[in-house]
């Protein structure tokens, strides 16, 4: 899931892509009433009984973004998570292979980079473990 508001994402291992999973990890990432932009895979038919409004792009028609409201942007997209599974996928593309069993955590690691969108000298601390400087006062 990404959050168009907040840019924040919210990615989910899971062993298929029937209706029922990925209602449970729509379900579980988003609030009641989150209007969901989806492609037109047959899984996602069941969103709109869990309160969660659905709108479609249909790739099969040459259709990848849509205005829907006439104002000139095609707010109507699933493009953010296309282009973020090509980001995981070149995130995970140096380990040459992952074991399933592991998949999850490499996720959780590109989720929580992604997440973070600038390095600070406090982040480096924290990925490295070690704690603030102690700030020095003049004698």
Sequence with gaps: MAGRDSGKVKLSVVGNADGP??????????????????????????????HRPRSTVCHADGEWARDDDGDGVREVHCNTLEGLWTGLRNFLRPFRGVHKKYLYQYVAMFEWSYNVKRVTSQFIRALLGIEAPLTRFPS
């Design 21 to 50: 999973t990925l209602e449970r990890v729509v379900r579980r990432a988003t609030e009641p009433t989150t209007h969901v932009n989806t492609d037109e895979w047959m899984a996602y038919d069941g969103l709109p009984e869990i």
